[in-house]
């Protein structure tokens, strides 16, 4: 079983082309390869999406990205859905690409942006439907559990220091997990009105998804988590007897690992509390409107968890950097320590306003933004490859797209957008789809060669920009 931190792949340089301000274009050439899988091999397959790469191919002028388009939007879809109907219900188990596992954040968001395709694709709609059914039973199994199998197996952690079970492949707490299930939720209803999915069941994962996020603001103790790992990679395992550092209750959620699932420094972490803020809000108007058995209770208790989470965020994730002004830290502990950084996850601090928790306009997100892209954060690499995002979870001085990416879809600004696009075409190696992380220095140094969340997002980014500026796919770069 391959890991996340495995997969680094090693070429040949990649021959220089044209100079940019900074960085080589890629190889430019007019015949580019069919690298897209075979239609008879592909493991599920959507019209509508089927259309909107015919579409696009024809919107987007550059035939790089137009090709990049081809390939990544539908890769989710060509590569890891599994989809089965079970006792007459739509099942659909997302893997996360390279490694024969669903995660709760990478299976929504792989299939986030077919959303807008559902009412015209029956098909379509009945997968996310089934991915909603088995993240409903994933949270049955296990509200504190990062990552499942679609059957009863035994992981490569079996031998962790935590409750594993036969289902789990890796049993990390990140809060996030929870919130992504509930923003596909919603948004699944508010697209389709479908309300199937949000039976019984579905309404006692929710139970079980607000009291693991009322044991994790620790207000009466660690709660009855804890992580170990035996490891030589520190940030896989968890200090504090696998209870993390201390924290003082405060109102705030604590998340032990963080999406790139690293452990956290302080487990207060920033981007997921406001990413609650949110999910929670969305799960009481799906409660109210949506359940087949409506629960004002939960859905009252869900939006009082918001408000108390909303107070805290005010007060203790704010940092006066000397520098920048006013900022969002990366994770706090409560007792007035901040950890100062971001990385390339999502949620991180410059993703946002993507996942609609802070609004691109906010003063204290202009200056993080500000922050996050100088050399004062130490996971921003510049090279000859490149500028952005890394993160602990790679090497140092590893660029990862998906932090490109969200620099772009959060950006007000043609020429940053631009200049994103400019270096997503460049660094791929000429593989035709997104990497994690690639060096700053020689993209040819990359890691996960099938990372499918990167890949639909890299198609996200391009069908947000035909809908708000559409001169941008005009362009040749």
Same mark, same amino acid.
């Given at each position: ?112 942006? %077919? ?109 009855? %988590? ?152 130490? %996971? ?98």
């Amino acid at each position: 079983m391959l890991q996340r931190r495995d997969f680094m792949k090693t070429g040949a340089l990649a021959v220089a082309g044209m100079a940019m301000p900074k960085w080589s274009f890629s190889k430019s050439t007019a015949d580019f390869p069919v690298v897209r899988i075979p239609a008879d091999k592909r493991s599920f397959t959507s019209p509508a999406v089927e259309a909107t790469i015919a579409r696009m191919k024809k919107t987007i002028k550059d035939p790089e990205l137009a090709w990049l388009f081809e390939n990544c939007f539908p890769n989710t879809l060509d590569t890891t859905v599994h989809y089965n109907p079970v006792d007459g219900k739509p099942d659909t188990f997302v893997i996360t690409g390279d490694i024969d596992a669903m995660w709760l954040r990478d299976s929504t968001a792989q299939v986030w942006p %077919y959303l807008p395709l559902l009412k015209e694709d029956a098909k379509l709609k009945d997968m996310v439907a089934g991915l909603i059914n088995r993240q409903t039973k994933c949270i049955l199994i296990d509200p504190y559990a990062n990552a499942f199998y679609d059957r009863p197996k035994e992981s490569e952690w079996t031998k962790d220091q935590t409750a594993m079970k036969p289902m789990l492949h890796e049993r990390k707490w990140e809060l996030d997990s929870l919130c992504y299930t509930i923003r596909l939720a919603y948004n699944y209803w508010k697209t389709t009105g479908d309300t199937k999915p949000f039976d019984a069941d579905w309404a006692k994962a929710m139970e079980l998804v607000l009291q693991t996020c009322r044991e994790q603001q620790r207000k009466d103790g660690p709660g009855p %988590y804890k992580f170990g790992r035996v490891t030589s990679w520190s940030t896989d395992t968890v200090p504090g007897n696998g209870y993390g550092n201390p924290i003082k209750p405060v109102g705030l959620i604590a998340s032990t690992f963080r999406p790139s699932d690293d452990a956290s420094v302080f487990p207060f972490f920033i981007p997921s509390n406001f990413f609650a803020v949110v999910s929670f809000r969305e799960v009481a108007e799906l409660l109210e409107k949506a359940a087949a058995t409506k629960n004002a209770r939960l859905a009252a208790d869900f939006k009082a968890l918001a408000t108390e989470v909303e107070a805290s965020l005010k007060k203790y994730a704010v940092y006066p950097h000397p520098q920048f002004g006013k900022i969002y830290a990366f994770e706090v502990d409560g007792f007035g320590n901040h950890l100062l950084m971001d990385d390339a996850g999502i949620p991180g601090l410059i993703s946002l306003p993507y996942l609609n928790a802070v609004s691109v306009k906010d003063p204290i997100y202009i200056n993080t933004r500000k922050y996050v892209l100088s050399d004062s954060n130490p %996971y921003f690499f510049k090279g000859k490859a490149g500028e952005g995002l890394g993160s602990p979870h790679t090497l140092i001085n590893q660029i990862w797209p998906m932090g490109i990416i969200a620099r772009a879809i959060t950006s007000t600004d043609d020429k940053e957008i631009e200049a994103q696009l400019k270096l997503l075409k460049t660094t791929h190696n000429h593989t035709g789809f997104m990497h994690e992380s690639f060096d700053k220095d020689d993209d040819s140094k990359f890691t996960r060669k099938w990372f499918a969340w990167v890949n639909t997002l890299f198609g996200e980014l391009l069908l947000k920009l035909e809908k708000e500026r559409p001169h941008l796919l005009a362009k040749v770069y």
